[in-house]
């Protein structure tokens, strides 16, 4: 074992400090250099928090964002200051986001307000890029090939044909499909499947276990077979790629939106390209808001962010421009309650005593169209399962629209909701059963195998999934309670914040 004496111990701490006057001189002369760039960045001014986050040039640097903290428009500026000030060219700059609809939403503002068309890219388009640069042609199978293969499995070892169309069927080809699709996003091959079988506790277990691995060789071999991949193996064989000494692009930035969401496959790719082109990171994300532990989201890989990558600099956005001082103290206190969450305290100009009305009522339809006739500004619907609005309502437009009284109102489950924002919000189903919010659908205990962030907490990713809920008002959150069956999360919000929330009965 290697002792570091107390000179070492010495010398590092006086490193450290060295860097960091280094770093705040180099802030402060910048932030003067920059202040015109920075006075104006899709026409607003960035505030002191935005600034240092895009300002700071350590060789990994993470900014936590909250929700409504102008995140987007900070990624904006930090691509104006590399191109304008530090001379990069956009060629060397790669921006990452997780949805189609903010890479195309990213390039848009990028275009329109400076001209820039700069590499902007889902983790699948960066990957089939790499793939396609190195000349490998590749075809992507059918979405519903894996489902395919599940049925083709069963209707081959069963008897009776008539399971397949029951619940518990569908709930087990989702159990199947979900271990299946997080194992190959975690690098796994088919010899982990040994590692897993020594790690059994129950022979339930061991039978489900020996099903979910004949099927995923049979997939794989359908896919080998046919010449074709799936969603994971194109980041997959992107990895493989770059680390055998592959082509790829001469970046000297990688920027990623929304990293709270990042899987392990994801992280390896970016490491690689890392590794490859000597290029410096830049990621935003909020650990708040994540909620997609079931395609692969590894939270630790943020929440750990400075094990990840050595030379490290983490910064927070404390600004909100979005929700009220009120309500962001109570959705920010209700996810903190679970300590694994970074601490953070977010600040806002805006102040409204009563941010969250809560409605109790025993005929909830009622109650909604009445809400909805007393709101005069636009409404945003937030469920929890896509079906929760037609208790309400027996049909709804295909964008997610519906009409009534001549008003117009979006309805999204929460999951869809990320990232946007409305005047006003209404939250549904906030009831206390297995498919109300929080959900209380138990996870088989076999995918332990293959989450890589195990819960800690109770409801852990349903609180993070209330805490998007609540945050995406400007205004204020309304919340309809079934008088006799209320939610636990409703319950809590109560307990803790009588004093700025108001409850009606009807």
């Known amino acids: ?42 026409g607003y001014p960035l505030d002191k928090y935005q600034r240092k986050a895009v300002l700071i040039n350590e060789e990994n640097n993470l900014v936590i964002a909250g929700a409504g903290s102008g995140k987007t ?48 890219y889902t983790f699948h388009k960066l990957s089939l890029n790499i793939i396609k640069d190195n000349n490998k042609n590749i075809s992507i199978c059918n979405d519903g090939l894996l489902e395919y293969i599940i049925d083709e499995f069963f209707l081959r070892n069963i008897t009776n044909i008539k399971l397949l169309y029951t619940d518990n069927y569908k709930k087990l080809k989702v159990l199947i499909s979900t271990f299946i699709n997080l194992f190959k996003s975690n690098n796994y091959n088919i010899s982990k499947f040994n590692e897993f079988f020594k790690n059994m506790k129950y022979s339930q277990e061991f039978i489900l276990l020996k099903i979910i691995k004949e099927i995923y060789f049979e997939y794989e071999e359908e896919l080998s077979s046919t010449g074709k991949v799936d969603f994971n193996d194109m980041i997959n064989k992107a990895i493989d790629i770059v680390k055998n000494n592959g082509y790829i692009k001469k970046y000297k930035y990688i920027i990623i939106d929304e990293y709270q969401d990042t899987s392990y496959t994801k992280y390896l790719l970016i490491n690689e390209i890392k590794k490859k082109t000597n290029s410096k990171l ?18 630790d890989i943020f929440l750990n962010f400075n094990k990840y990558y050595e030379y490290s600099k983490i910064l927070k ?55 909805i006739d007393k709101i005069n500004t636009p409404i945003l619907l937030l469920g929890r ?122």
Not at 1 to 23: A, G, H, P, S
Not at 90 to 97: G, H, T, W
Not at 282 to 299: A, E, P, W
């Open 1 to 42: 074992m290697q002792y570091i004496t107390k000179k070492e111990v010495k010398n590092r701490k006086l490193n450290k400090l060295k860097v960091r006057i280094n770093n705040n001189k180099f802030i402060k002369q910048e932030l003067k250099k920059t202040k015109d760039l920075l006075d104006n960045v899709n």
């Open 317 to 371: 956005i404390v600004n909100t421009y979005r929700n009220s001082n009120e309500l962001i103290n109570i959705a920010g206190n209700f996810v903190m309650k679970n300590k694994k969450q970074l601490r953070k305290k977010l600040v806002s100009n805006k102040n409204i005593l009563n941010p969250i009305e809560i409605i109790y009522s025993k005929n909830l339809k009622k109650s909604l169209l009445r809400l």
């Open 73 to 120: 428009l900070t990624i904006v500026g930090k691509i104006r200051y590399l191109i304008e000030v530090l001379n990069i060219r956009k060629e060397e700059i790669l921006c990452i986001s997780f949805t189609n609809d903010s890479v195309n939403s990213l390039k848009k503002a990028l275009l329109k307000n400076y001209n820039y068309n700069l590499d902007v």
């Open 282 to 299: 830049f990621v935003v994300g909020d650990d708040f808001q994540s909620i997609y532990r079931f395609t692969g989201c590894n939270l």
């Open 385 to 506: 399962n896509n079906k929760d609005i037609y208790k309400y309502f027996n049909s709804i437009n295909t964008d997610g629209t519906l009409k009534y009284n001549n008003k117009t109102i979006r309805y999204l489950t929460v999951h869809k909701s990320k990232g946007l924002e409305e005047e006003n919000v209404i939250i549904i189903n906030l009831e206390n059963n297995i498919l109300g919010f929080p959900s209380k659908i138990e996870n088989n205990k076999i995918l332990r195998f293959v989450l890589n962030d195990k819960d800690s907490y109770p409801y852990e990713e349903e609180r993070r999934l209330f805490y998007v809920a609540l945050t995406r008002t400007k205004n204020k959150v309304y919340l309809l309670v079934d008088k006799n069956n209320e939610s636990i999360f409703v319950k809590e919000l109560i307990k803790n914040n009588k004093k700025n929330i108001i409850i009606k009965n009807e």
